[in-house]
Protein backbone atom coordinates (compact mmCIF):
# COMPACT_ATOMS: atom_id res chain seq x y z
CA UNK A 1 0.00 0.00 0.00
CA UNK A 2 3.03 2.32 0.42
CA UNK A 3 4.05 1.75 -2.67
CA UNK A 4 0.66 2.57 -4.37
CA UNK A 5 0.41 5.80 -2.19
CA UNK A 6 4.21 6.65 -3.45
CA UNK A 7 3.52 6.04 -7.02
CA UNK A 8 0.04 8.02 -6.58
CA UNK A 9 1.45 10.83 -5.37
CA UNK A 10 4.55 10.60 -8.02
CA UNK A 11 2.23 10.73 -10.45
CA UNK A 12 -0.23 13.68 -8.76
CA UNK A 13 3.30 15.91 -8.63
CA UNK A 14 4.47 14.86 -12.62
CA UNK A 15 1.05 15.88 -14.13
CA UNK A 16 1.24 19.32 -11.56
CA UNK A 17 4.64 20.18 -12.61
CA UNK A 18 3.96 19.47 -16.53
CA UNK A 19 0.39 21.90 -16.29
CA UNK A 20 2.25 24.40 -14.31
CA UNK A 21 4.91 25.14 -17.21
CA UNK A 22 2.14 25.05 -19.80
CA UNK A 23 1.34 28.15 -22.02
CA UNK A 24 -2.55 28.43 -21.35
CA UNK A 25 -2.77 29.93 -17.77
CA UNK A 26 -6.06 27.90 -16.92
CA UNK A 27 -3.85 25.12 -17.16
CA UNK A 28 -1.07 26.73 -15.33
CA UNK A 29 -3.90 27.42 -12.52
CA UNK A 30 -5.05 23.38 -12.71
CA UNK A 31 -1.67 21.93 -12.12
CA UNK A 32 -1.44 24.77 -9.26
CA UNK A 33 -4.19 23.24 -7.67
CA UNK A 34 -3.29 19.14 -8.77
CA UNK A 35 0.62 20.18 -7.03
CA UNK A 36 -1.06 21.46 -3.97
CA UNK A 37 -3.42 18.57 -3.58
CA UNK A 38 -0.54 16.07 -4.10
CA UNK A 39 1.31 17.81 -1.51
CA UNK A 40 -1.64 17.75 0.97
CA UNK A 41 -1.68 13.74 0.51
CA UNK A 42 2.17 13.67 0.78
CA UNK A 43 1.64 15.40 4.14
CA UNK A 44 -1.53 12.87 5.06
CA UNK A 45 0.58 9.88 4.35
CA UNK A 46 4.08 11.04 6.36
CA UNK A 47 1.79 12.04 8.99
CA UNK A 48 -0.56 9.01 9.48
CA UNK A 49 -0.47 7.18 12.67
CA UNK A 50 -2.20 3.94 13.15
CA UNK A 51 -3.91 4.40 16.59
CA UNK A 52 -6.33 2.57 18.17
CA UNK A 53 -8.59 4.99 19.83
CA UNK A 54 -9.32 8.31 17.97
CA UNK A 55 -7.55 11.61 19.11
CA UNK A 56 -10.50 13.36 21.48
CA UNK A 57 -11.80 10.41 23.44
CA UNK A 58 -10.84 9.07 27.15
CA UNK A 59 -9.99 5.89 26.42
CA UNK A 60 -7.27 4.74 27.02
CA UNK A 61 -4.42 3.37 24.24
CA UNK A 62 -2.28 5.13 21.66
CA UNK A 63 -4.03 7.78 20.23
CA UNK A 64 -4.70 8.50 16.88
CA UNK A 65 -2.76 12.30 15.90
CA UNK A 66 -5.45 14.73 15.09
CA UNK A 67 -2.77 17.80 14.02
CA UNK A 68 -2.03 16.57 10.51
CA UNK A 69 -5.37 16.57 9.47
CA UNK A 70 -6.25 19.78 10.88
CA UNK A 71 -2.38 21.43 9.30
CA UNK A 72 -3.87 19.81 5.46
CA UNK A 73 -7.68 21.04 6.68
CA UNK A 74 -6.24 24.00 7.22
CA UNK A 75 -3.88 24.26 3.85
CA UNK A 76 -7.00 23.11 1.80
CA UNK A 77 -8.95 26.15 2.88
CA UNK A 78 -6.01 28.90 2.07
CA UNK A 79 -5.67 26.84 -1.50
CA UNK A 80 -9.35 27.51 -2.38
CA UNK A 81 -8.99 30.78 -1.30
CA UNK A 82 -6.04 31.26 -3.18
CA UNK A 83 -7.22 29.55 -6.10
CA UNK A 84 -10.17 31.84 -6.23
CA UNK A 85 -8.22 34.94 -6.56
CA UNK A 86 -6.14 33.65 -9.20
CA UNK A 87 -9.08 32.47 -11.44
CA UNK A 88 -10.60 36.11 -10.69
CA UNK A 89 -6.83 37.62 -11.98
CA UNK A 90 -7.14 35.27 -14.86
CA UNK A 91 -10.95 36.43 -15.34
CA UNK A 92 -9.97 40.06 -16.07
CA UNK A 93 -7.01 39.68 -17.46
CA UNK A 94 -8.89 36.76 -20.09
CA UNK A 95 -11.13 39.53 -20.64
CA UNK A 96 -8.95 42.39 -21.54
CA UNK A 97 -6.13 40.71 -23.23
CA UNK A 98 -9.12 38.03 -25.21
CA UNK A 99 -6.97 35.20 -25.04
CA UNK A 100 -5.48 33.22 -22.39
CA UNK A 101 -1.98 32.41 -23.93
CA UNK A 102 0.73 33.51 -22.13
CA UNK A 103 2.70 34.34 -24.96
CA UNK A 104 -0.28 36.37 -26.80
CA UNK A 105 -0.54 38.55 -23.77
CA UNK A 106 0.71 42.15 -25.08
CA UNK A 107 0.34 43.00 -21.45
CA UNK A 108 2.41 40.48 -19.96
CA UNK A 109 5.57 42.01 -22.67
CA UNK A 110 8.45 43.99 -20.94
Not at 48 to 70: E, H, I, K, S
Not at 78 to 102: K, N, P, Q, Y
Request: proline content about 5%; hydrophobic content about 55%.
Amino acid sequence: MPYLMALAIGTMFGIGIFLVLRRNLLRSAIGLVILSNAVNLFLLCCGAYDGVTPAYTTAPGPRADALPQALILTAIVISMGGLAFVLALLGVLAHRERTADADAMRGLRH
